[in-house]
């Protein structure tokens, strides 16, 4: 069970100003509606505020999580382990995909290595890597209250810091499995549907890591209700982490643009331990890992865009960040019909 003073409880998105910014939407100059899904984000952003109009998005933050996998030493992805490691110095220099996006849309990037398979240690490291969730648990019991813990620390830390829009993002090599099993068991869906290619696995790689779900998930089938033993049996330290921070960003009334299906299996398990959580997160993109639609259908999410994206690393959910903006935008500097001289619908 979820201990009682690990989160507070998730208040919702304020009603009052939601439907204030409903209002507001029919006085600016267009026809009702006619901004479709860029007016649900404007009213989302304004309840999530609380305010009305609200005020412009400046200062948004991607949180990379990085971690290994004991599972990848199975053949479950098409890189080797030391990629993770290679990968996380290349965000860290600035020079990823996120990293990109980041400088095109105004966010800036902050990795937190929570497992990564080296030896250090430090206030967000947990482990060298994980155990391998289809023969033994990921974590021991500190470890995974740990995990959380960070991940509940560094969304204060943001927070604290003055951001207004959180993105969780995620890098490990072999993290699809985990995701997986975590959807897998979490939606009851075999784990034949649920297991894609990941990073680019061939056949016999897709069979593996069908193989490593099916008994992963089959390690948690007595315990789903309790999603902290759920996270220590078949996670790893960097998705308990961003179910933690996922979590908290809630109970801190910060609104969250979702990624891809490692975030989103983190974030099943956050709305587990922080009921609610999930009505200050909106869903940047639809991944092509099949894994990821079925954990946006469970939490009532409804994905932005849905380019084919795969990368990770909170890609998918940067390129929806413009939407936003533009949306929380429009809510601002919009003319009103009164303000603008403009005849109204008869």
């Known amino acids: 069970m979820v201990p009682a003073e690990l989160f507070a409880k998730v208040e919702a998105p304020n009603a009052e100003v939601e439907q204030q910014?409903?209002?507001r939407q029919l006085t600016l100059t267009k026809p009702a509606g006619s901004l479709g899904r860029l007016e649900d984000l404007g009213v989302w952003i304004s309840a999530c505020q609380g305010q009305c109009p609200p005020h412009s998005i400046d200062n948004p933050r991607i949180v990379v999580f990085a971690g290994d996998h004991g599972v990848a030493q199975h053949g479950v992805?098409?890189?080797?382990?030391?990629?993770?490691?290679?990968?996380a110095a290349n965000i860290q220099a600035g020079g990823a995909a996120i990293n990109v996006l980041g400088r095109a849309t105004g966010a800036s990037?902050?990795?937190?290595?929570?497992?990564?398979?080296?030896?250090v240690w430090g206030d967000e490291?947990?482990?060298?890597?994980?155990?391998?969730?289809?023969?033994?648990?990921?974590?021991?019991?500190?470890?995974?209250?740990?995990?959380?813990?960070?991940?509940?620390?560094?969304?204060?830390?943001?927070?604290?810091?003055?951001?207004?829009?959180?993105?969780?993002?995620?890098?490990?090599?072999?993290?699809?499995?985990?995701a997986?099993?975590?959807?897998?068991?979490?939606?009851?869906?075999?784990?034949?549907?649920?297991?894609?290619?990941?990073?680019?696995?061939?056949?016999?790689?897709?069979?593996?890591?069908?193989t490593a779900v099916r008994d992963a998930m089959y390690r948690v089938r007595a315990i789903k209700h309790d999603p902290i033993a759920v996270l220590k049996a078949i996670s790893s330290p960097d998705l308990a982490a961003m179910a933690g921070f996922l979590a908290q960003a809630a109970v801190r009334r910060t609104p969250v643009l979702l990624d891809g299906v490692v975030v989103t299996s983190a974030a099943l398990m956050a709305n587990k331990l922080a009921p609610g959580a999930r009505k200050w997160w909106v869903a940047g993109h639809k991944g092509a890992e099949p894994a990821h639609i079925l954990a946006l259908n469970s939490l009532h999410?409804?994905?932005l865009l849905d380019f084919g994206m795969r990368l990770?690393?909170?890609?998918?959910?940067a390129a929806a960040l413009p939407l936003v903006k533009a949306a929380?935008?429009?809510?601002?500097?919009?003319?009103?019909?009164?303000?603008?001289?403009?005849s109204e619908k008869d």
């Open 312 to 317: 990770g690393e909170g890609s998918g959910a």
């Open 77 to 87: 992805s098409a890189y080797p382990s030391e990629v993770s490691l290679q990968m």
């Open 301 to 303: 999410l409804d994905p």
């Open 328 to 342: 929380t935008d429009i809510m601002i500097d919009m003319a009103t019909f009164e303000s603008a001289g403009v």
């Open 109 to 119: 990037v902050r990795v937190v290595d929570v497992s990564l398979d080296h030896d």
């Open 21 to 23: 910014a409903r209002d």
């Open 125 to 178: 490291r947990v482990s060298r890597s994980c155990g391998s969730i289809d023969r033994e648990d990921a974590m021991d019991d500190d470890q995974v209250i740990r995990s959380l813990q960070i991940g509940q620390r560094v969304a204060d830390q943001e927070v604290d810091s003055g951001v207004d829009l959180l993105i969780a993002g995620d890098l490990g090599i072999g993290n699809t499995t985990p």
């Open 180 to 210: 997986a099993a975590l959807i897998g068991a979490m939606t009851s869906t075999e784990p034949v549907v649920v297991v894609g290619r990941g990073t680019g696995i061939d056949d016999e790689g897709w069979k593996r890591k069908v």
